[in-house]
C-alpha cells in the first residue's frame, strides 16, 4: 500500500493494526546517497573495527535523506500454515509545516540518485507528496512553543490575538506607522457600529505592522472581538477580525487548541509509525540493516551519540529485537549451502532445495507482490522479500530438530541466537556488530599497519612485500588473493585506508617482525604491529581529549573571572534552556555503503541493493524506552526455557570466529 502526505492519515490506523497483530515485522531504505567521502574506503575498512565502522558511517551518511521506507507485516496462521501480509511503501520529506519548524538541509549523491531514477523511482512523490516528521528534540520544542503561547494567553486575555509582548496599556508606535495603525482603528470602529457586518479582512502587512495591530487591539479592545493571522496560497499572512460575545470567543479558542494539536500530530508524522514499531516490542528484521538502523534512529528519534556503547543502548531502547538476514545467511548452517547473500539472490537461492518457498498471501486490501517482476529497489518490495528469506531460512532450522518441523516462528529459541547482531560489511574477521554486549575482539597478530608516499601503488606495496608472498590488492575491503608472478599462490592482503597508509595481513605471525625490521633504516615508508597503531591511536585520543577538556576548563574559568561584574541586574532575562546545543538537529538523513569498483557485478547489485536498500498511543519517550529494553533484556536471561538441546544450541550459535 503506497502511503503519502494526503492519506497518511486516513491509513494511520490500518498502519498500527498490522504491527500490532504481526508475528514479526520486516523493513528497508532507500535514501538519496550513499558516502559522502572521496572513496569507498571512507566508508568502510577491512580491519575496522566496529568502532570505527560506526564513526565513519556516522561521519559520512548521515547527512542523506531517508526518503522511502517500506514496512510489511506478517501474521501466521497457524491453521493453514501461511502468513498473512500487509505491506506498506512510505515517501518520506521533511516539509516544514510552519515558519517555525526546521528546515532541514540534506545531501544527494548523484550516482545513487541516477541510479535510482533508471529503476523508476518517482522523486516528485517525495518531494511534492513525502509524510514530514519529527524527532523527538524538534517535537519537544514545538510543544513547549504551544505551551508558551497557550501560557501568555491565560494569563494576558484571548490567544487568538495576543502577542508574546501583548501588554495592557497604551503601546508605543514608531511615527511612520502611526496612520497605518489609525486606519485599522478607524475601520474596526467601523465594523463594530455596523450591525449587518461580521467580520473585516485587512490588507496583507509585514510581520512587525501585524505585532503592533495585535498590541493595539489587546489594549483597546479587550472583549467583542476575535483576531487572528491566516495565510493566502501565496504565502502572504493578513489579519481577520470577528465580532464575537464571550461563548462564541471560547469556541473558537477550544477550535483553534484543537487545531493545533492536530497540526502538532501531522509534523510529527511518519515519526509516529517508528514509534509504534519500538514500542510494540515486534521482532524487526532487515537484509545489511546496520544503516537503515542507524538513520532511523537518527532521523526519526535523535542525533546518533558520540560513543558505539551509547548508540547499543539507544538502539535497544527503539528497537529492542532485531534479526539480520544477511548474517543469518552468512553463518552455519546456511553458509555452506549459500554462495551469495546479496538480497535478490538469496531470495532466489532459497526457492530451491534444501529449503521450501514459504506460503505468503496479501490481507485482503492490501496489494500483492510478484517476485517474478524483481521491483528491486522499490523499499516496500525489499522489506517483503527480506521477510520470505527469513521465513524459510527460519524454517529450515526447523529440519535440525527431532522430530523436524516444517514451521518455526518468529519467537521460536532457534533463531534467539541471531538476535540483535548486525552485519558488518566487508571487514574480514568481525563478522557483526553486537548490539547485546561487547564486540568481538580478533587478535590481529598478522597484520601490519603500513604509511608510505602519496605517490605509491599496490604494485609498490607488492614490492616491498614480495618476500613473503603476492599482494591481494584492496581498496578498503577483502577480495580474492591474486597470485604473484611465477605462480606461486599470494599469502598477503593489501587493505587500504586512506591514499598513504594500508592495512598489510600476512598469513604467518612469525613474518610480522621480519617486516617490520625492513622499514627501521627506510624513509620514504614506515611499518608497525597492528597492536602498535592501536596503542599510538589510543594515546592521541587521550591527549585529544585532555587537551579538550582543559580548553574547556579555562574557557569556564574565563567565563566565571567576566560573570564576576559588579553590576548584574540583565541576569533574569536569560534562560538556561536558550544556551542548549540544537545546531545538530537540523540535518536528517541518511544512506548505505557502495561497493567499490572492481568487485564483480552481483555483489556490486548487492551493495547498491542492501544499502540503498539497507496513536498517539503509541508515543514513548527513550527513556521509557530504554526501561523497556532493560525489561525485556532481564526477563530474557531468567527465561529457564531460553536454550534448545546442547547440539542444536552449538550448531545456530552465530560464531565468535569468521
Given amino acids: ?174 511615527e511612520d506607522q502611526k496612520k497605518f495603525i489609525e486606519r485599522v482603528v478607524e475601520q474596526i470602529e467601523d465594523l463594530l457600529q455596523n450591525e449587518e457586518n461580521k467580520s473585516l479582512q485587512l490588507e496583507p502587512c509585514t510581520g512587525f505592522q501585524r505585532k503592533l495591530i495585535y498590541q493595539t487591539l489587546s489594549w483597546k479592545y479587550p472583549k467583542g472581538i476575535h483576531v487572528e493571522t491566516l495565510e493566502t496560497e501565496k504565502k502572504e499572512r493578513y489579519i481577520v477580525i470577528s465580532k464575537v460575545d464571550e461563548e462564541e470567543r471560547k469556541r473558537r479558542e477550544q477550535q483553534k487548541q484543537a487545531k493545533e494539536q492536530e497540526e502538532l500530530s501531522d509534523a510529527v508524522g511518519f515519526s509516529r509509525v517508528i514509534h509504534a514499531i519500538a514500542n510494540s516490542g515486534k521482532l524487526v528484521v532487515g537484509h545489511n540493516m546496520l544503516l537503515d538502523v542507524m538513520h532511523t534512529i537518527h532521523q526519526f528519534y535523535c542525533p546518533l551519540p558520540e560513543d558505539l556503547s551509547e548508540f547499543k543502548e539507544l538502539a535497544a531502547c527503539v528497537f529492542p529485537r532485531l534479526l539480520d538476514t544477511k548474517l543469518m545467511a552468512s553463518t552455519q548452517p546456511f553458509k555452506e549451502i549459500i554462495n551469495n547473500t546479496s538480497l535478490a539472490e538469496l531470495e532466489k537461492r532459497l526457492k530451491k532445495i534444501p529449503f521450501n518457498p514459504p506460503e505468503v498471501e496479501s490481507a485482503e486490501g492490501f496489494p500483492s507482490y510478484d517476485t517474478a517482476s524483481e521491483q528491486l529497489h522499490e523499499a516496500g518490495y525489499d522489506a517483503y522479500i527480506t521477510g520470505l528469506c527469513f521465513i524459510s531460512m527460519a524454517n529450515y532450522l526447523g529440519s535440525f530438530l527431532s522430530p523436524p518441523k516444517n514451521h518455526v516462528s518468529a519467537r521460536s529459541k532457534l533463531i534467539e541466537p541471531f538476535f540483535n547482531k548486525l552485519f558488518l560489511m566487508r571487514v574480514m574477521d568481525i563478522p557483526y556488530l553486537n548490539l547485546e554486549g561487547p564486540d568481538l575482539q580478533p587478535k590481529r597478530d598478522h597484520v601490519l599497519h603500513v604509511t608510505f608516499p602519496r605517490e605509491w601503488k599496490t604494485s609498490d606495496l607488492y614490492q616491498l612485500f614480495s618476500a613473503f608472498g603476492g599482494v591481494s590488492g584492496v581498496h578498503g575491503g577483502a577480495a580474492a588473493v591474486d597470485s604473484p608472478p611465477g605462480g606461486r599462490p599470494g599469502n598477503i592482503l593489501v587493505s587500504w585506508i586512506d591514499d598513504t597508509s594500508a592495512f598489510v595481513s600476512l598469513s604467518q605471525p612469525e613474518q610480522v617482525q621480519i617486516a617490520v625490521n625492513t622499514s627501521r633504516y627506510a624513509e620514504s615508508y614506515r611499518i608497525q604491529t597492528y597492536a602498535e597503531y592501536v596503542e599510538k591511536k589510543h594515546e592521541e585520543k587521550q591527549a585529544k581529549r585532555k587537551w579538550t577538556e582543559d580548553s574547556w576548563k579555562e574557557m569556564e574559568r574565563k567565563r566565571l573571572k567576566t560573570q564576576y561584574t559588579p553590576y548584574i541586574p540583565q541576569s533574569r532575562y536569560y534562560c538556561v534552556n536558550s544556551f542548549t546545543a540544537t545546531s545538530t538537529m537540523g540535518k536528517r538523513s541518511m544512506s548505505p555503503i557502495q561497493e567499490e569498483t572492481g568487485s564483480d557485478d552481483m555483489e556490486e547489485r548487492e551493495i547498491q541493493d542492501t544499502e540503498l536498500d539497507e496513536t498517539d498511543c503509541y508515543a514513548e519517550s527513550v527513556p521509557e524506552g530504554r526501561k523497556r529494553a532493560k525489561k525485556f533484556k532481564k526477563v530474557k536471561e531468567q527465561d529457564p526455557t531460553g536454550s534448545i538441546t546442547s547440539g542444536s544450541t552449538e550448531l545456530f550459535d552465530v560464531p565468535d570466529t569468521w
Avoid at 504481526?22 to 568502532?51: H, Q
Fill in 1 to 174: 500500500m503506497e502511503i503519502i502526505r494526503s492519506n497518511f492519515k486516513d491509513n494511520l490506523n490500518k498502519v498500527y493494526e498490522a504491527i500490532e497483530e504481526a508475528d514479526f515485522l520486516a523493513i528497508d531504505g532507500e535514501f538519496s546517497g550513499i558516502s559522502d567521502g572521496p572513496s569507498v574506503s571512507t566508508l568502510t575498512n577491512g580491519f575496522d573495527t566496529p568502532e570505527e565502522r560506526y564513526q565513519k558511517l556516522k561521519k559520512h551518511s548521515m547527512d542523506f535523506l531517508l526518503f522511502q521506507f517500506g514496512l510489511c507485516s506478517f501474521k501466521s496462521d497457524h491453521t493453514e500454515a501461511k502468513y498473512i501480509m500487509k505491506s506498506f511503501n512510505f515517501y518520506i520529506f521533511p516539509k516544514p509545516f510552519n515558519r517555525s519548524s526546521p528546515d532541514v538541509k540534506f545531501v544527494c549523491q548523484s550516482s545513487s540518485i541516477d541510479f535510482l531514477a533508471n529503476q523508476g523511482f518517482d522523486f516528485n512523490k517525495v518531494f511534492r507528496n513525502g509524510i514530514p516528521y519529527l524527532n523527538q528534540e524538534e517535537e519537544r520544542q514545538l510543544r513547549e512553543q504551544y505551551d508558551e503561547k497557550r501560557s501568555q494567553a491565560n494569563g494576558a486575555g484571548t490567544l487568538s490575538y495576543i502577542s508574546p509582548n501583548a501588554t495592557k496599556c497604551p503601546v508605543t508606535i514608531p
